[in-house]
């Protein structure tokens, strides 16, 4: 991410579209369980790593994913409980700009149907992009 350019990349990533939501002094792992994440299904992963997701086949291997070393049985279990491997229905990536976390879910929009949790005690801001 370019910061410099704050939150600009995000319009130019998404091409079928995207829901972005703001939530004012919280962390980005506090949206994502406010959103209705689980914290343990929670996992940094890189930007090459999501997409490398995101465009696997339903009927793709898992030696179709570059990033993926299948010998490290640690990693392939971790991903494999947290529902990564098993073709995601949603991947929300979170990240924080100052004093504000925020989460981009691509094509899908769960985000609307949490704003109460996620506005509790601060501010939320959630809007869809086709």
């Given at each position: 991410?370019d910061?410099?350019n704050?939150?600009?990349?995000?319009?130019?990533?998404?091409?079928l579209?995207?829901t972005?939501t703001l939530?004012?002094g919280i962390?980005?792992?506090d949206?994502?369980?406010?959103m209705g994440?689980e914290?343990?299904?929670?996992?940094?992963?890189?930007d090459?790593?999501?997409?490398d997701?995101?465009?696997?086949p339903?009927?793709?291997h898992?030696s179709?994913?570059d990033f993926?070393d299948?010998?490290?049985?640690s990693?392939v279990?971790?991903?494999?409980?947290?529902?990564?491997?098993?073709?995601?229905?949603?991947?929300?990536?979170?990240?924080?700009?100052p004093?504000?976390?925020?989460?981009?879910?691509?094509?899908?929009?769960?985000?609307?149907?949490?704003?109460?949790a996620?506005?509790q005690?601060?501010?939320?801001?959630?809007?869809s992009a086709?």
């Amino acid at each position: 991410m370019d910061v410099a350019n704050g939150l600009r990349w995000i319009s130019t990533a998404y091409d079928l579209g995207y829901t972005f939501t703001l939530c004012e002094g919280i962390g980005p792992q506090d949206l994502l369980v406010r959103m209705g994440a689980e914290p343990h299904h929670l996992h940094e992963l890189a930007d090459d790593v999501v997409a490398d997701l995101q465009m696997r086949p339903e009927d793709g291997h898992l030696s179709d994913l570059d990033f993926l070393d299948c010998e490290d049985e640690s990693l392939v279990a971790r991903l494999t409980e947290a529902g990564f491997l098993s073709h995601p229905g949603v991947l929300v990536r979170a990240g924080a700009v100052p004093g504000w976390a925020y989460a981009i879910e691509s094509i899908t929009s769960r985000a609307p149907a949490h704003l109460a949790a996620l506005s509790q005690g601060t501010r939320a801001y959630t809007s869809s992009a086709a």
